[in-house]
């Protein structure tokens, strides 16, 4: 059972930058996709961004392209999300989450298609 413990996530104001890490306990890492999520208060879990097992192949919601941008150091099994020109809208609890399927070169979007969770990360936003 793979751990996953995000960090970075924290108080910043509108128009400032965070970086988001999650590292995974296991050596296995870099065989799997990963993906960022997020839950705003009274709202779903969404989509974020997600990254292939190799790092060439990168996924975004619309809504966050050109803002956010994720990566990985699977030598330090560490994914990555930066985030910048942060919006109050943008406050949730951020989670991580590695994909079931190995060596995937598709990042996944779906909430169904990952089996391993982080506890999440708190980022807010102040205007």
């Known amino acids: 059972q793979v751990q996953l413990v995000e960090s970075g996530g924290g108080l910043v104001q509108a128009g400032g930058s965070l970086r988001l890490s999650c590292a995974a306990s296991?050596?296995?890492?870099?065989?799997?996709?990963m993906g960022w999520f997020r839950q705003a208060p009274g709202k779903e879990r969404a989509f974020v961004a997600a990254?292939?097992?190799?790092?060439?192949?990168?996924y975004y919601a619309d809504s966050l392209k050109g803002r956010f941008t994720i990566s990985r150091d699977n030598a330090e099994s560490t994914v990555y999300l930066q985030m910048s020109s942060l919006k109050p809208e943008d406050t949730a609890i951020y989670y991580c989450?590695?994909?079931?399927?190995?060596?995937?070169?598709?990042?996944?979007?779906?909430?169904?298609?990952?089996?391993?969770w982080g506890q999440g990360t708190q980022v807010t936003v102040s205007s």
């Open positions: 989450a590695r994909d079931r399927s190995r060596y995937s070169n598709y990042p996944a979007r779906r909430i169904d298609a990952y089996d391993s």
């Open positions: 990254i292939s097992w190799s790092g060439v192949n990168t």
């Open positions: 296991v050596r296995t890492f870099s065989n799997y996709g």
